[in-house]
C-alpha cells in the first residue's frame, strides 16, 4: 500500500466525500475514489460530469446496482455500455437507461418489451436529457 492511500484511507467519510464532490479533485485521488468501498462515496463520484472512460467502465461493472443506474443516466456511454445497460439484471439500470436519447431502435423497442412496468413506461415517454447540477465549489454532477 503506497503512502498516498494510506493517506486517503486515513481520510474521515466527510473528507472522502468532500473530494468525490470536489470540483477541483486532484488526479491522484481518482482510482481510491472509483474503489471506495462507502456506496455514498462512490455514488457521488460515479454522478461526476467529468468521469474518465477508464472509470466509467470499471463504475458499470460494480456489483451495486446503485453504482451502474448512476453510469446509465450518462450520456458519453459507449455503444456497448449502453447495451450492457439495457440488458442488466436490475430493473433500476434498465429503467434508467430507457430514457437515453442513445438508445437505438432495437434496444429501445426491448425495454417497452421490457418484463417490469416501470422500465415499459420509461422506455414509452423517450429519450430525456439528463439535468446537471452544480453546487458552488463542487463538480457538476448527474442528477
Sequence with gaps: MSDLERQYKAMSIGE????????DLPDCYRPFLVRD??????CYFARRLDLRPP???QLLADQ?????????KRMDLTPAQVA????DRDP????FIAKSPLLDETQRQQLLNDEDELVRAAARKGPREPKIRARPGQAPLIR
Design 16 to 23: 472522502r466525500m468532500e473530494l468525490a464532490l470536489s470540483a
Design 37 to 42: 468501498q462507502w456506496m455514498q462515496i462512490k
Design 55 to 57: 472509470e466509467i467502465a
Design 64 to 72: 451495486d446496482h446503485v453504482i451502474r443506474l448512476c453510469i446509465a
Design 84 to 87: 450492457c445497460c439495457v440488458n
Design 92 to 95: 433500476n439500470v434498465r429503467y
